[in-house]
């Protein structure tokens, strides 16, 4: 329980068996009345016998979907079990589990609360294309969820039970699916969202993988994302 809410944190993971222990450990320690759900998204490592190792339960998926699948998955573990309360987090260790409170807070007013990174907390930096992509999503999406948003490809989300079952039945695995479309189609089914100031953390294993040619991929992807999820109904 959060806030005397029943809350499930959903970690969708692939190959992340270098970090995996010790986010699971550090969410059980913080908040020792949730429960703990690592959707594995077909990893080739030890991620899934790590997680359920470090406490957690465990979710295998066959093959990659990538997040958007693993994530329909966790809601439809959350819809199915009766949680009032879905929290998505990293696998990485980039999400502080000392947040998700206050995003919980946030629900009673809400239906889904972003954990935002450039909304005044923390020093995380972002430049060059993936940069512009951000503002341009963030200045598009705000318009469309009447409320500002400075951060919409965070994946550090609150869901109340009635954005659980609507996720749990409509969950994009696309590229970019995951955070905007789903926002635009919350938005648009009258949907309340709100963000809150978080401080982002670097990765506890790993490299991430950014280029100057990635970066510009990412920002035509954007834009192609947001056009389709603007058109859909």
Known sequence: MVNGKRTLII??????SGSIADVVGEVRGELPGVDVLVVDDGSTDRTAAVA???GAKVAKLPYNLGVGGAMRLGYRYARDHNYDVAIQIDADGQHD????????DLLEDNDLVI???FAGEGDYNVRGPRRWAMVMLSAV???VAHTKLTDTTSGFRAANRRVIEMFASWYPAEYLGDTVETLVHTARRGYRIR???VAMRKRMAGTPSHSPAKAMVYLGRAFAVLTLALIRR
Do not use: D, F, M, T
């Open 11 to 16: 970690i969708p993971a692939l190959n992340e």
């Open 52 to 54: 359920a190792a470090a």
């Open 97 to 104: 589990p000392r947040y998700v409170p206050k995003l919980v």
């Open 115 to 117: 954990g935002a990174r």
């Open 141 to 143: 999406l705000s318009r």
């Open 195 to 197: 963000q809150v100031p």
